[in-house]
Every structure is written in structure tokens, then in C-alpha cells.
């Protein structure tokens, strides 16, 4: 069968197939760390368009192998795991803008373009998609959409499912598949169930976006609160009142902490240029010295130098590992961290706009107990926005590890889901939450956990301690009520705490019967048969 996918470059090399062999899930670091053998997909094809991809679901399907959707591998829920006789397809060759109508306000572009290129030609265009996620360097416009991604501008320009106008991509069967808005033969239905599918139904091939004029200028500002209820309290009346900013990051006590005491400035408020969804406007390198944002990582160690007699920069990072295997210590030590949440609140538009608006919105927050804090807070964040993703290697160095765990639920839940997550985590790892993605029936709670653990399998190992984080903390989000998805994805992390209302697990079973017969593509997400 390969014989008829000659023309179409492909790979079975050990080293090309191990750069598709899994995505960026925390557990496969730690598995490759301890030497836990990869398996490594049979082969890697790069489709240059859909006739190609075509070609190779229907080669798989007579091969009787597992195909499976490769973007850029940025994602964090092991949405890629092919087995040892699996194909792998990826699309980062399928990277070209093939319309844009201006009058519409609406993009086709293919599916492999990677985030940050596509935000670019489009705000050379005079648009934006106003999607940045914090991976927009390392992941696809395709990903986006399988995953139901979310970017940072969300409570503006909502997710990349409210979007989304139409669909291309081969279903399970080498067949076309389209869905769109205006179609009558599919409709919105049709293309939601395609949307957030992780290449379960479909290689998704291109798609057609809802973009945004760019807007000329921005009001960035951070504010503190006496505690985390009021802060919420704030955010939420916000929204009430339809500001709907482009901006709203609220850090939990500690999380704010380990960003430095806040201190209250009067100064004038700053309306600047251009706007803040534009690609470019962040320093998201590596960094060094003053400049960069401590981590958590960070932060533990310039507290141990703090409490030790002497200083061995070498010597402290290394307790500091083994301080995350004992998260009870670590907690004690960052419990110590006089911390008020920290809210970083946004807003674009034109100049004129802004000045209305700005002083508004900061009089609403101090009328609900705000304290100023300037312009700093945002233009820190503004120039770190996208350096979350490549900051997590310290503790992985030192024996540790961190992930993060995104859900949502209504304003009701927020604080006594918070609550309830530090508490169940408490003896296993470091908890640290911000609330962003609001919206006006309610937020996301972006959790980060850090850990260590001993080497090997035993139950004080480093893979036993961050498998019994994920246990219960999904378990406490689930008994909550939360979603535990809102937008990395579900993956196989997360297949277990899934919540399928009574008839949909069968619906969407049943589609992927019809779409896939087979079960060739991406078997083992969302938990379907």
C-alpha cells in the first residue's frame, strides 16, 4: 500500500518518528526521564493538501492502522499517543491563508499554520483573530480548534468554538467532510461536534474564522484586593455591567505573592498604542536576571536562601527538589507568603473610547475595595503573556514537576472549588491558581501543581506523587460540578472524570461509527468506543 504513497513525503526514521511520538503531557517527561521506554510511531507523513490526506486515511484503514492528527504536539492532556504500528499524520505542510474577505470579516486558512505566523498576516491585514493562547508560538490553528482552545482575550473575543464558521477535513473513511454555520445540509450542530473532536471524527484540513478589526489602543492596569472573595466579587461585576475587557487575571494569594509585595502608586492613567491583541507586543524569550517573572520554582528557592545562614545558589535549588517531594514542608514554607490577590484588568479600543472607559472601570474596582497599583502589573504581563510554556524545566531538572489543570464552572462554585483543591492537594503538591477566562455566568480556575518524588515506581516516586495529585484533584472537580476541560482539552488524562449527560456518550459513539468505522483515527480520546 505504500507503493500508492510515494509521492507524498514521509518518514520512517527512529528520529523523525520520535519528534510525533507524544505531545507535551508532564507524565511522558517524567517517563522519559526515568527511562520508561517511548513507543515510537511506524511511520510520519507531511500531506501538502487534502488529496494527500486522503490518500494516506485510506491507506491506513486497508493497513487496519491507527491513524493519528499531529499539529505542533504543544498540547498537555496526552491527545498524542500513537502505538508502535500507528501512523502519524501531521500537517504542518497544510500552512497557508487561502482567503481572506474583508467585507465579511471571515479567514480560510489551512489547519497546520502555527498561531503566531497566522496572527501576524492577519495584523499585517488590519485584523485579528483575538486568539493568544500561551502556547500561540507552538501550536496550530488546527489544534486549536479539535481541542476547543482558549486564548487570553477570551472574555472578549470568546473561544475559538464561538469562532469557528465552517470545517474541512477526511473522516475515518478517506471521505470529504465539511460543516458550516450556513449550511442547511449541517448547521451549527453538525459543526460543533466536529469542533473539540481531537481528531477522533476527522483530520481537520482547513477552516474558516470570524476576525476582528485590530484595535488602535490599550489600557492595561493591576489592582489588589483584601481577599480572594472580594476580588471575585469585582471581576464578576464587571462583567455585569457589559465592560466585557479584553484583560481579566485575578491571582490567588500565593500566586500573587511569589510575584512580589504589591504597592499602591497614584499615578496617571496611561492609554497606549496599539491594542493589546496583536502579536509581537511580548519579550517571551527565555530571560534572565531582573527582568524575568519568578516561578514557583524560583520563589521556593529565594525563600530557602532567605531562612539559611549562607547561600549556595547549586546546593539550595538542589533542597529545593527535594523539598517538592515533601509538599507538606513546601507548603509550610510558602504558607509564610503575605499575599493579596492580584488582579490585572485590560481593555483596547480607540483613544476616545479608552478615555471614557478606562476611569470607569477603575472607579467600579475601587468602589469595590481595590487598591491602584499602577500600570506595572499589566506591562509585566503584557511582555511575559507567552513564557509560561518554557518555564517549566527547572523543576523537572531537580527531580520535580508541574502541570497545570484548567476547569470552569458558575461564579457560585469559584471560591469553595478553589478551597477545596489547595486542601485535597495539600500533603501532595504546591497549589497556585489564577481565574481568568470570565465570562458573565462564569470563570475559569487555572490550577498549577509542583511536586517531586524519589525515582522508580514505589509509592514516594515521582510518578506515584503526580498520578495521586491528578486522582484527587479530579475527583474533588468532579464532586464540585466543575468542567474539567475549558481549554487544553480532554485528551486521555483527563478520560476518566468525564461527565456525559444521559444519551450523548451514545450519540457521539454512534457518530464515531458512521464518521470512523474503523476506529482508526486517534483511538483512545474522549473516551469513546
Known sequence: MLELLRGIPSSSDPIDCRAVAHDLWPRRFLERREELPVALPARVFWPRDDDDVIAIVKAARVERRSLVPFGAGSGVCAGISPASTAWVLDVKRLDRILELDKERRCVIVQAGIIGDRFERALNARGFTLGHFPSSIYISTVGGWVVTRSAGQLSSRYGKIEDMVLAVWGVDGRGEPIYAAVDDPQTGVGALQLLTGSEGSFCVVTRVMLRVQPLASHRFLRGVSFKDLSTGLSAMRSLLVAGEAPSVLRLYDPLDSALAGAPVGVDEPMRIAAPGISRAGLEDSGPGEGDSEEPTLFDSLVRRVEELAVFSRPRATRMIVGEILGRPGIANAILDRFDGK????????????????????????????????????????????????????????????????????????????????????????????????????????????????????????????????????????????????????????????????????????????????????????????E
Open 341 to 528: 490577590p492580584r488582579l490585572v484588568v485590560g481593555i483596547e479600543g480607540d483613544a476616545a473610547e479608552l478615555e471614557t472607559r478606562a476611569p470607569r472601570i477603575l472607579n467600579a474596582l475601587k468602589a469595590q475595595g481595590a487598591t491602584d497599583l499602577g500600570d506595572a502589573p499589566g506591562t509585566r504581563w503584557l511582555a511575559h503573556r507567552h513564557r509560561v510554556s518554557y518555564r517549566m524545566s527547572k523543576a523537572f531538572a531537580v527531580g520535580g514537576w508541574v502541570d497545570t489543570c484548567e476547569v470552569a464552572c458558575g461564579w457560585e462554585q469559584v471560591a469553595s472549588l478553589h478551597k477545596a483543591v489547595r486542601e485535597a492537594l495539600r500533603d501532595t503538591a504546591v497549589v497556585l491558581c489564577h481565574f481568568s477566562h470570565a465570562y458573565l455566568d462564569g470563570c475559569s480556575l487555572y490550577f498549577t501543581f509542583a511536586g517531586g518524588g524519589s525515582v522508580g515506581s514505589g509509592s514516594r516516586s515521582a510518578l506515584s506523587r503526580y498520578d495521586l495529585c491528578w486522582e484527587r484533584a479530579l475527583t474533588t472537580i468532579r464532586r464540585h460540578g466543575a468542567v474539567v476541560a475549558h481549554h487544553h482539552g480532554v485528551g486521555r488524562s483527563k478520560v476518566k472524570a468525564l461527565r456525559y449527560a444521559p444519551g450523548h456518550k451514545a450519540l457521539l459513539d454512534e457518530l464515531k461509527r458512521k464518521l470512523d468505522p474503523d476506529h482508526i483515527l486517534n483511538p483512545g480520546v474522549l473516551g469513546l
